[in-house]
């Protein structure tokens, strides 16, 4: 007679018949808060996002004008695949308490400062290669590397419950200097790589400042102070405010404050490289940091 072994019954894990845990009214808060900011923030992408497919218009202004790296001047692309590895890539960086995208390890809530940004997304560390991309759109009239640029940003901004992208716009006598705004270029790529409203024409920077680069923080949040107003009906919205670099925050503190004053709900800050502070945070480039 053939005798069959009973199974052993599985028994629970002790992990699964552990208590719930009481948590406190500010651990309450502050998990409340990480999920709110969960649902409205994109999940950060992969480590070392891939260098941006050309656009057909892009292949095509390639073959008559072959872009050169920026950093090591092989012709190709705009950044080498050599490069672009070297770039240290810093989209997923969040505040060590609050976990809010911020390109520094404590917020301004965190850090008892406060802000009307709600975030701020940076995707790679204004050093090196990214500092080289930065000074080609801003300073040398590279114009086609805005498109790298902003649809490696639109990666970082994929799934933001937005109203606008809205540029923080340069003075119209600096932009007519230039014959371009650089954190335009970089905004409509933006909106165009994530299929938002862009909307250049949200703010106004009516007040020239002063050069930034020599100055500290406490200087720079005075000599932007008051520089912009809002020439939109902005009243509820959530904004995605983008420019080139995050230094301080000044500039883009000062805007997201007027954009709350008129009544936007939320602001989110995107930049494309965050200053690396103690490595020539402030070093903004040759025009001495002008916006």
Not at 12 to 23: D, S
Not at 50 to 59: E, G, I, L, T, V
Not at 135 to 154: Q, W
């Amino acid at each position: 007679m053939r005798v069959t072994k009973a199974r052993p019954v599985p028994q629970p894990n002790k992990l699964q018949m552990l208590p719930p845990e009481r948590t406190t009214n500010n651990e309450q808060r502050s998990r409340s808060y990480t999920d709110r900011m969960d649902d409205v923030l994109a999940p950060p992408i992969s480590t070392r996002p891939n260098y941006p497919a050309p656009s057909f218009r892009d292949r095509a202004l390639d073959l008559i004008f072959p872009p050169t790296c920026v950093m090591c001047r092989r012709i190709g692309r705009w950044i080498c695949e050599s490069c672009w590895a070297t770039i240290a890539w810093t989209h997923d960086r969040r505040c060590m308490s609050c976990h809010r995208p911020w390109p520094v390890e404590a917020c301004p809530q965190c850090s008892e400062a406060a802000t009307p940004l709600d975030s701020v997304t940076a995707v790679a560390e204004f050093d090196g290669v990214a500092r080289e991309a930065v000074h080609a759109l801003k300073y040398y009239g590279r114009h086609a590397i805005s498109s790298v640029m902003s649809r490696t940003m639109a990666g970082a901004a994929t799934g933001f419950p937005i109203d606008r992208v809205a540029p923080i716009p340069l003075h119209r006598s600096r932009r007519r200097e230039r014959g371009y705004d650089q954190a335009a270029l970089l905004a409509r790529g933006v909106a165009v790589g994530v299929d938002l409203r862009f909307e250049p024409s949200t703010l106004e920077r009516v007040r020239r400042t002063r050069q930034q680069t020599t100055l500290g923080a406490d200087a720079r949040r005075r000599n932007v102070a008051g520089a912009f107003e809002v020439r939109d009906n902005v009243d509820g919205e959530t904004i995605l405010l983008v420019d080139d670099v995050y230094t301080t925050g000044a500039t883009m503190e000062s805007a997201a404050a007027t954009l709350q004053a008129a009544g936007a709900e939320r602001i989110l800050g995107l930049t494309f490289a965050c200053a690396v502070f103690g490595r020539d945070a402030f070093d903004q480039g040759p025009e001495s940091g002008q916006a």
